[in-house]
């Protein structure tokens, strides 16, 4: 039962150096998410899949791009790493949507720093 | 964009104690959620909440839900050292496959032996 997988864990990035944080979930949700966790922000939003096929901006999503891979998998891009980039990254899935009653599953999260 | 305004940000307690967090809002929501999140992990959710004035009840935890659903509190009942964490409530205006959840900015909660 891994439910949500993140990798890497850590990363230390230097600033303009490009990476891609992977996602991986294996409970067949249709919907998928990425949010970034600074101190004192909370959760924001940086872009969402629906469903396989369709991607859609969240809050923040300056910065970053995504790619739904197949159902299972949706990473999150940084073409050019800047210092305000320096986070805590989760992936999260829902069956679909948000619906009352189910929960978003989180990763455990993607510690980046950029330099 | 819905703001989820979570009080206090900070708490220190002794074992024991008891003490209710708040979730507030100037909007209106279909639903709104509760998390705890521990270090190093991700948030598990604790509570969901859809009626208005609902109550729910999870061993000494008490979610409950604004009659207009603007709002929630989170009661703790004689508080455990393994009740620190990050709790996070997080609310959805609608629901469907492109609906999202709004996250507040969290209330640290620390409960000393």
């Known amino acids: 039962n891994a439910g949500v997988t993140q990798t890497p864990k850590f990363q230390v990035l230097k600033t303009g150096q490009s990476m891609t944080l992977q996602c991986a979930q294996d409970?067949?949700?249709?919907?998928m998410y990425w949010y970034r966790q600074d101190p004192g922000m909370g959760l924001r939003l940086i872009y969402y899949?629906?469903?396989?096929?369709?991607?859609d901006k969240g809050e923040v999503p300056n910065g970053y791009n995504v790619s739904r891979l197949n159902k299972r998998e949706f990473s999150l891009r940084l073409e050019s790493a800047a210092p305000s980039q320096t986070s805590v990254y989760f992936c999260a899935s829902t069956p679909i949507g948000t619906v009352p009653n189910q929960p978003q599953h989180f990763g455990d999260g993607t510690r980046l720093s950029i330099l | 964009t819905q703001l989820l305004e979570q009080s206090p940000q900070f708490l220190s307690i002794q074992e024991g104690e008891n003490l209710t967090v708040y979730c507030n809002s100037s909007?209106?929501?279909?639903?709104l959620q509760w998390y705890r999140q521990e270090p190093g992990e991700g948030p598990v959710l604790l509570v969901t909440?859809?009626?208005?004035?609902e109550v729910k009840k999870l061993k000494r935890l008490t979610f409950q839900f604004g009659d207009a659903r603007k709002d929630s509190s989170l009661h703790i009942t004689a508080a455990q050292p393994g009740d620190t964490g990050l709790y996070l409530c997080?609310?959805?205006?609608?629901?469907?496959?492109?609906?999202?959840?709004?996250f507040g900015k969290g209330i640290t909660l620390s409960v000393r032996p």
């Open positions: 899949s629906a469903s396989e096929g369709t991607t």
């Open positions: 409970m067949n949700h249709n919907s």
């Open positions: 909440v859809v009626t208005g004035g």
């Open positions: 997080a609310g959805a205006t609608d629901t469907g496959a492109n609906s999202k959840l709004t």
């Open positions: 909007s209106v929501f279909s639903s």
